[in-house]
């Protein structure tokens, strides 16, 4: 705990460079995912294919992509762009998945009397679809951005920046103090987007809200 | 391209495969890393959430746990635990339980808490204790989601198992953080591609495992033992009439298997 008080500086400079790590490819996963599992979730071969497709993804383990990776790419093996483009990848192939079922816990009245008082389909997906499915959406989100924040926690044993790198220096100088303080930054970091994302997706569905404080009367 | 065609000779090169630091038993130590990891999951994680699960109480304990073993990193808390307990099987098992635990808990509360209530009603008004609905209604039909989550429980461990390696531990992990640091990357190569593979292999193997437990589909009964129908023989035996029409054994034995297990089982509830 001292040790995290005493290192605020440092502490500050990874923390940035952790969640650059870590949340732009949640940001690119996003807008990759949503398009394409808006459209292949009416079509069944397709959305079958594309949920193979994305296990097979995931289940490539994250430090063994961080080491292939540079093979198929034209990256360095310890670049940051080499991680951005693997956790990209894994939040792609989780919310590709999620998204189609996101969109499936939409009630079918509510998608016809869109179609009935006259919203094409592009609109209907934008307007009516989409906003009823953030509430799936955002658990989905959530648990995204957790695990990309301690997969660049664990990238720290290949030598990928961020608040791991307290982990490998603490353990290599003996010095637990310091992994105990990487241990609190990181869950503090966690903890603190996980809830953001919550409140963020809480904000955007006030029709939610709207509905709870109407049961609880 | 020619760090793939290094990494392929060498995994295709005998000699690599024998001897206590070859192929072979680096995969059996990542193996029993990951399996030692699962197991001690599966018994924290499996009883919890059953329980939450069927007794609705706690909820908000399986939430936040969740999330927050989930933040906890692993590798942190493996290095941690080295340096705490020293080398050893302590600090990967610990470590890896907190990626374990979190699908664990969730898709067996989840699993338990959405079995239809008028199925666990009618079990109950047939008069089954707590506990047996628990585990002769309600574990069934959450089988899918159980396995579900044992399923993407294996799946993390046996990835991040690999980090075992940097406390000075064996597993697949050890070619794979070796070949980095010796700037050997086709060393590395290697063991990207068989912790990929290995993953890949059980991976197909536990979803497998999640199709065929679907309730009613009637899979697992192509493989012998069943939770229903072990049920139904006990109830056979206890009526002691065989021949008697399904409906007429369920209720002679009613009495006397609720007398019976009202006693033979602990507490039903957790309130205890």
Redesign the interface.
């Known amino acids: 705990m001292t040790y995290l008080l005493n290192n605020l500086d440092t502490a500050w400079a990874l923390t940035v460079i952790h969640l650059r790590l870590s949340l732009i490819p949640v940001v690119l996963g996003l807008l990759i995912a949503v398009p394409i599992g808006a459209l292949v979730q009416r079509t069944t071969a397709l959305r079958r294919l594309t949920t193979v497709t994305a296990s097979i993804v995931f289940t490539i383990p994250s430090l063994a992509l961080f080491v292939v990776l540079p093979l198929i790419i034209p990256t360095r093996i310890l670049d940051e762009a080499n991680v951005i483009v693997a956790l990209t990848l894994y939040t792609t192939a989780l919310l590709v998945r999620a998204v189609p079922e996101a969109l499936d816990a939409v009630p079918e009245p509510v998608r016809d009397a869109a179609t009935a008082i006259g919203y094409r389909p592009l609109t209907r997906m934008l307007k009516v679809d989409l906003p009823l499915a953030i509430p799936v959406l955002v658990a989905s989100l959530r648990v995204v951005a957790v695990t990309n924040i301690s997969m660049v926690s664990v990238g720290s044993v290949i030598g990928i920046g961020g608040l791991g790198t307290w982990f490998t220096e603490g353990y290599q100088s003996n010095k637990s103090d310091q992994i105990v303080a990487g241990i609190i930054a990181i869950f503090v970091l966690a903890i603190v987007i996980d809830t953001l994302i919550m409140l963020a997706g809480k904000a955007m569905t006030p029709w939610a809200r709207a509905q709870r404080t109407l049961e609880a009367a | 391209?020619n760090?793939?065609e290094q990494a392929l000779s060498f995994i295709f090169t005998a000699a690599n495969w024998v001897g206590p630091a070859g192929l072979g038993a680096r995969i059996a130590e990542h193996l029993q890393y990951t399996f030692i990891a699962v197991v001690f999951s599966v018994l924290i994680a499996v009883p919890i959430g059953m329980l939450i699960g069927h007794t609705g109480r706690g909820t908000f304990l399986v939430v936040t746990g969740v999330?927050?073993l989930?933040?906890?990193?692993?590798?942190?808390?493996l290095?941690?635990g080295?340096?705490?307990w020293g080398l050893g099987l302590v600090p990967p098992t610990v470590a890896l339980m907190l990626l374990g635990i979190p699908p664990l808990l969730a898709g067996t509360y989840s699993g338990i808490a959405n079995v239809d209530r008028a199925v666990v009603d009618a079990a109950r008004s047939m008069g089954m204790t707590e506990a047996r609905i628990m585990l002769r209604v309600e574990t069934p039909n959450a089988l899918p989601l159980i396995l579900g989550g044992l399923r993407t429980a294996t799946?993390q461990i046996?990835?991040?198992a690999?980090?075992a390696a940097?406390?000075s531990l064996g597993g697949l992990?050890r070619y794979?953080?070796d070949?980095?640091k010796m700037r050997q990357?086709h060393i590395?190569?290697v063991?990207?591609?068989m912790?990929?593979a290995l993953?890949?292999i059980l991976?197909a193997a536990m979803?497998f495992a999640v199709w065929a437990s679907m309730p009613g589909s009637g899979r697992l009964r192509k493989f012998g033992r069943m939770p229903q129908p072990l049920l139904d023989d006990e109830i056979a035996l206890e009526s002691g009439s065989v021949g008697a029409s399904q409906r007429g054994s369920r209720s002679t034995s009613r009495s006397s298997l609720k007398a019976r297990h009202e006693r033979g089982d602990p507490s039903p509830t957790v309130e205890g």
């Open positions: 391209m760090f793939l999330n927050a989930r933040a906890l990193p692993t590798l942190g808390v290095l941690l080295v340096l705490l799946l046996i990835a991040t690999t980090v940097y406390a992990g794979l953080i070949g980095i990357f590395a190569l063991g990207a591609l912790v990929t993953a890949l991976d979803a």
